[in-house]
């Protein structure tokens, strides 16, 4: 497996303390290849201790080895993200994420995630000087954003096979015959390269709070997901 991350990242506070600006970019990849080896080995006495048999695999009366060879699992993303924060109490944020998946056919591979988010530090408005003494943080939040899964098996997209180098077919991983022969199995998953990027849209009011300098804070939140 094989990750590569880049990020370039710029932050800007203007000397007059009304603007404050970041800015984040970046993208990632990752690559993840691989195989499964599996070895068979029969005719081995039962009551023989395993250990000795671990030592003695050369003198079975009939093995059987197995190479799976994993579809490619890999993944690009590109994002960014803006901050922008006027006199200290009014939040603006923006994120945009592009993601390219190969568990989806060409077509579907790329799936597109904005979001945004604006916030306000009323404790910190003028008419609000008569509670800090109490109040140390009062502060509403408001965001919608869009978020991508693709948390799927790599068999979905395409039949995967296995070789078996001591007979005469090809067998999928569900133990279902390719070459003709007969073979069942209520395991069997159909690939399906019409499937694409499951998105999930979320909208969120929040409120938070504190008083005594933080002693005591929370939170309160509403979610719509869809």
Known sequence: KFKETNTFEYHQKFRSGRHDISVLVGEEQIISKGQNDYGYYFGFDPARDPASI???????????????????????????????????????????????????????????????????????????????????????????????????????????????????????????????????????IAPNSNLKWETTTTRNLGMDFGFWNERLSGSIDLYWNT
């Open 54 to 188: 671990v030592k003695d695999l050369g003198s079975a009366q009939k093995k059987l080895t197995k190479v799976y060879i994993n579809p490619n699992d890999n993944m690009l993303s590109v994002f960014a993200r803006a901050n922008y924060v006027l006199l200290g109490r009014y939040y603006l944020t923006a994120t945009f994420r592009a993601d390219a998946s190969t568990k989806f056919a060409k077509g579907n591979q790329w799936g597109y995630f904005p979001s945004g988010a604006i916030a306000w530090r009323m404790i910190d408005e003028k008419w609000m000087r008569p509670a800090q003494e109490v109040m140390s943080n009062w502060k509403w939040r408001l965001s919608y954003g869009m978020v991508g899964n693709n948390n799927i098996d790599l068999g979905y997209l395409y039949p995967n096979y296995v070789f078996d180098n001591t007979a005469n077919y090809m067998q999928d991983m569900n133990d279902v015959l390719i070459d003709g022969k007969n073979g069942s199995s209520s395991q069997l």
